[in-house]
């Protein structure tokens, strides 16, 4: 894979995270994606899951992400997307900037292994819901 179609895919990606369109996002994957962040307690299988996740996730938090940099590898099967993203809680605004990684693997032009890492301790202290 070309490093601007990398890039390309790789901003498509991020683009789709950030409009928080669960559709759009899952077009992005695989129908038996894997996914895995510091969120998931384990890995999502497959698109049904990948969507309830989605659903959960965007519910509570509005994020943006801003593509730093993408590394592909050499046999053209993935990447590593290194980002910048603001995590703000719909609860009650608290928000943090954090980068982080992607590791992706593509197949047929979709993702079809994605693990996320960043610092989880940089997000938002919970508070205690008055009552």
């Known amino acids: 894979m070309e490093s601007t179609d990398l890039r390309d895919l790789a901003q498509r990606m991020l683009d789709a995270w950030t409009s928080q369109d669960v559709a759009r996002v899952l077009d992005c994957y695989t129908d038996d994606c894997v996914y895995v962040d510091p969120n998931t307690r384990g890995p999502v299988r497959g698109r049904a ?73 940089r997000l938002p202290p919970e508070t205690p819901t008055p009552g």
Not at 91 to 117: P, Q, S, T, Y
């Open 49 to 121: 899951a990948m969507r309830r996740y989605l659903e959960r996730l965007f519910a509570g938090w509005q994020m943006t992400w801003a593509l730093r940099e993408a590394h592909g590898y050499a046999d053209g099967s993935g990447a590593n997307v290194l980002w910048r993203a603001t995590f703000a809680r719909k609860r009650d605004g608290a928000a943090a900037e954090i980068d982080g990684m992607d590791l992706v693997v593509l197949r047929d032009g979709r993702i079809a292994r994605n693990e996320v890492a960043f610092d989880r301790s």
